[in-house]
Every structure is written in C-alpha cells, then in structure tokens.
Antibody, heavy 125, light 108 residues
Framework: QVQLQQWGAGLLKPSETLSLTCAVY????????WSWIRQPPGKGLEWIGE???????NYNPSLKSRVTISVDTSKNQFSLKLSSVTAADTAVYYC???????????????????WGKGTTVTVSS | SSELTQDPAVSVALGQTVRITCQGD??????ASWYQQKPGQAPVLVIY???NRPSGIPDRFSGSSSGNTASLTITGAQAEDEADYYC???????????FGGGTKLTVL
C-alpha cells in the first residue's frame, strides 16, 4: 500500500519561500507524475505542478514563475518550493501520485490515486 | 478561472440518484477523474478512466462521459456521501492538470 508522508514549515512571512517535501513509501517511484495541489481556506482545489522520476516538470502557468518542483529518487522524495509568498498562498498543500495513460479509442486517462494528508501553510506578517 | 465547469451545489434525497456533471473541452480527449472530499480531509479518488472505481469505493458510484461532459452518478445516495466532489483532467494541451470548481452535495 503506497503512502505519502509530507512535511514542511507551516507559518511563513510574506516574501519568504515555502518549502515542502513528500516521501513515497511502499511503491515504485517511476512511471508516475508526482504532484502538488493546494486548497485555500473555503475554496476549491488548485493544481500546482508535477514531476516524473526523471525530473521532467509541468507547472500551473499562474504559478510558474515562483514554483520549483524537484525530485530525489535516492530517497523516493519530491519537493515543492514556492518563492515570494503572500497571504494569497495561504492554503492546505497536498502531495499526490498521478498517472497518465492511453485509454484507447482516442482517449487518455489521468488521475491522482494516492494523496498525502495535507500541510496547512499560513502566510502572515 | 477553471477550464472545467461544475455546478456549485446539488442536493439529493436519501436513497435517490444524483448526477454531478463536469464540462470542459479537454474532456473530449481525457476521461475525467472524480474526487470526494469531506471537511478537514484530503480528497479521495472515487472514479477514474471510463468508469473505474478504486478498491474500497462502493459500487453506487459510477462515471460516464459524452462529448465535453463527464458525469459522476451516485445511485442510492447515503448520508455519508454528503461531501464536496471535484472533477479533474488535463488542460487542452495535456501539459497541466486542472480541477473543476467543485460541487457541494447535500443529502436530504
């Protein structure tokens, strides 16, 4: 049973850099997209970005200038850094395992089947 | 703004059937996945692919797709199904993930 355990600083001041790490236990690291998602208080889910085992990344264009996702395959861990945070970055941040595959008949499927418990990050002066 | 559109709220009487929909151009190429989120908890995958349920998800949950619309159907809704539901797919380029705005399901 794959589990994701995430950790990182929960209280930041404006302009600081958010840093979170997610460790993968009990499964293969390759073949998946390791993802970060966030949820501001009372709002919906926002996809932040993803990385595969070889280090190829995709980012949400709205955050791309401030986001870096990296991977350490030797430790089965991946990390999120978000620079120059403001109060608008206050949210619960989740890590998740994503999969994209060909479904056939011209379709693909994409889903995130394993999620971390979430880390609450508050940005306040 | 989200590239996937969901109704903000839906209600259903206990034991009845409810359909939650998600619209977006990328759904013509990607099957939507659906997540259930209860207050204070991480989202849980309930439907993926054409109509697949992860282990442990009750068979009253089903999915379907037609054109640019994906649907999550709960047949015989239970009180424990009251939650927020999010659809998820890739954007039209396939280069990033996107979520719908979420639907709050109330079981009456």
């Amino acid at each position: 049973q794959v589990q994701l355990q995430q950790w990182g600083a929960g209280l930041l001041k404006p302009s600081e850099t958010l840093s979170l790490t997610c460790a993968v236990y009990g499964g293969s690291f390759s073949g998946y997209y390791w993802s970060w998602i966030r949820q501001p208080p009372g709002k919906g889910l926002e996809w932040i970005g993803e990385i595969n085992h070889s280090g190829s990344t995709n980012y949400n264009p709205s955050l791309k200038s401030r986001v870096t996702i990296s991977v350490d395959t030797s430790k089965n861990q991946f990390s999120l850094k978000l620079s120059s945070v403001t109060a608008a970055d206050t949210a619960v941040y989740y890590c998740a395992r994503g999969l994209i595959a060909v479904a056939g008949n011209g379709y693909y499927y994409y889903y995130m089947d394993v999620w971390g418990k979430g880390t609450t990050v508050t940005v306040s002066s | 703004s989200s590239e996937l559109t969901q109704d903000p709220a839906v209600s259903v009487a206990l034991g009845q059937t409810v359909r939650i929909t998600c619209q977006g151009d990328s759904l013509r190429s990607y099957y939507a996945s659906w997540y259930q989120q209860k207050p204070g908890q991480a989202p849980v995958l309930v439907i993926y692919g054409k109509n697949n349920r992860p282990s442990g998800i009750p068979d009253r949950f089903s999915g379907s797709s037609s054109g640019n619309t994906a649907s999550l159907t709960i047949t015989g809704a239970q009180a424990e199904d009251e939650a927020d539901y999010y659809c998820n797919s890739r954007d039209s380029s396939g280069n990033r993930g996107v979520f719908g705005g979420g639907t709050k399901l109330t079981v009456l």
